[in-house]
DNA sequence: CGCTCGGTTGAGCGTCCTCAACACCCGTGG
DNA sequence: CCACGGGTGTTGAGGACGCTCAACCGAGCG
């Protein structure tokens, strides 16, 4: 019988597309795509109106805006478990970013179609993709509020401790890891020019928080907390 | 028979709760409130629960966010049309700002219980509400982008702007508002210290795109285009 | 009168931006 | 093998902007 199309992934418990009863998950099951993206795939396109809802499973994904003059900036990042493409699929217009894969990534998708009759079937995913829709905002106001009030310096330092535990590894009394993306890339996601992104990682360096090396990053495990809490 | 409460309301044609077939419309009057707060009153408070959903209708609200300390900051501005509190109702948790009337205001409100009802009804009303849900972050993030990319300067005139055009009357060649907010106020909303907001409106004089008076601003019909041009 | 509160002004300082030069990696091609 | 060039990242100098601290101003009020 139709199994449901999410029951062995890693966000089951958490799934938009779950609870579900046995008629809508052979419905979604129709329309559900998983799909492998290679390091530096893009997903959908700015301006694209193909609206699917995406589920990250896997990977990292950039998510990025691009100017009317050409150039991008990285403006954020999905996890596995963010569901992405949402904002399109409930505004119904187009895409008004671009998402792609920053390494080797698995999302899982389901067309604007398809996921329309699942809704229509159980009007609780709508309820469910709205609350993700509030999240988003929540996180969107939390950024907005942390570039008030906490340094650029303490930023970065997050977002490098955040991509060490997501795809770190452990390395002789401390933890590594192969930053997926370039300086550029690190600017536009803590809202700083490159040159600046480079003097506060030798801040960093120098105050003992870190070790960089190019892409490579280490951190120590814990004097590390000690002399980021001075 | 039942009339929709808000058929006579200015913002009927694009209000979330229609359209709405003749049951759910008497489902949603028994749970409508139109409510006339004034200036100073508070709509709700950070961290209460109570999670209906208020239709901004007249006036002004502002959204502040009270930190652990005490200290409150404008987030932003709600004007007449806006849907405000849907963020608690769809997570489902406490609010985590507080709105108050900044000038004599006028919401309509409708009680969680009585929206769920009409919502379990017609769905369409839900992806209404996420629908402007989506449009919270599509805003959010415009700020964040402007942030970056616009001076403190420009933005302030941008609010000035907005502000005149809500609320400010002709006057013998230009056009003039008496602000609903203090300074302090002011300078949070474009995230800046107060004393920096001073020296903007300061340079604005001088560059005649304005005249300030304590909370009366002055602009100039055309000539401050031309002005604020530069 | 003197108080407080909101707002303005000034001085000093830190941070970040811009522009520019340079270092480095790694491919191609001689 | 080495020279070259482009892309990527770092470093330096100079300047703009906003923050903090502090003094001051004016209005409203006991």
Same mark, same amino acid.
């Given at each position: 019988?139709? &199994?449901?199309?999410?029951?062995?992934?890693?966000?089951?418990?958490?799934?938009?597309?779950?609870?579900?009863?046995? *008629? /809508?998950?052979?419905?979604?099951?129709?329309?559900?795509? #998983? +799909?492998?993206?290679? *390091?530096?795939?893009? %997903?959908?396109?700015?301006?694209?109106?193909?609206? /699917?809802?995406?589920?990250?499973?896997?990977?990292?994904?950039?998510?990025?805006?691009?100017?009317?003059?050409?150039? /991008? @900036?990285?403006?954020? $990042?999905?996890?596995?478990?963010?569901?992405?493409?949402? +904002?399109?699929?409930?505004?119904?217009?187009?895409?008004?970013?671009?998402? /792609?894969? %920053?390494?080797?990534? +698995?999302?899982?998708? !389901?067309?604007?179609?398809?996921?329309?009759?699942?809704?229509?079937?159980?009007?609780? !995913?709508?309820?469910?993709?709205?609350?993700?829709?509030?999240?988003? $905002?929540?996180?969107? +106001?939390?950024?907005?509020?942390?570039?008030?009030?906490?340094?650029?310096?303490?930023?970065?330092f997050? $977002?490098l401790n955040?991509?060490m @535990?997501?795809?770190? &590894? &452990?390395?002789?009394?401390g933890?590594? !890891?192969? $930053?997926?993306?370039?300086?550029?890339?690190?600017?536009?996601?803590?809202?700083?020019?490159? &040159?600046?992104?480079?003097?506060?990682l030798? #801040?960093l360096e120098?105050e003992g928080a870190l070790r960089a090396?190019?892409?490579?990053i280490e951190m120590p495990?814990?004097?590390a907390?000690?002399a980021a809490? #001075?």
């Open positions: 019988m139709a &199994e449901h199309p999410c029951g062995t992934c890693r966000f089951y418990q958490d799934s938009i597309w779950q609870p579900l009863p046995m *008629a /809508s998950a052979s419905l979604l099951s129709k329309g559900f795509v #998983r +799909r492998e993206l290679a *390091a530096g795939e893009t %997903l959908y396109h700015q301006g694209s109106g193909c609206r /699917s809802v995406y589920c990250v499973s896997g990977g990292l994904f950039a998510i990025r805006s691009i100017g009317p003059d050409g150039t /991008s @900036s990285l403006m954020r $990042l999905a996890y596995p478990g963010e569901i992405i493409g949402y +904002r399109a699929f409930l505004k119904g217009g187009e895409h008004s970013t671009e998402a /792609s894969a %920053l390494m080797p990534s +698995r999302v899982c998708t !389901v067309a604007e179609r398809d996921a329309r009759h699942v809704i229509r079937a159980s009007p609780a !995913v709508l309820e469910r993709i709205a609350k993700r829709c509030a999240d988003g $905002l929540d996180q969107c +106001r939390e950024q907005l509020m942390s570039k008030e009030t906490v340094s650029n310096k303490d930023r970065l997050d $977002l955040r991509l @535990s997501a795809f770190g &590894e &452990e390395a002789g009394g933890r590594r !890891v192969r $930053l997926p993306m370039s300086r550029q890339d690190l600017a536009d996601l803590i809202g700083v020019a490159p &040159e600046t992104l480079s003097r506060l030798s #801040r120098r090396s190019g892409r490579r495990a814990d004097p907390q000690r809490q #001075r």
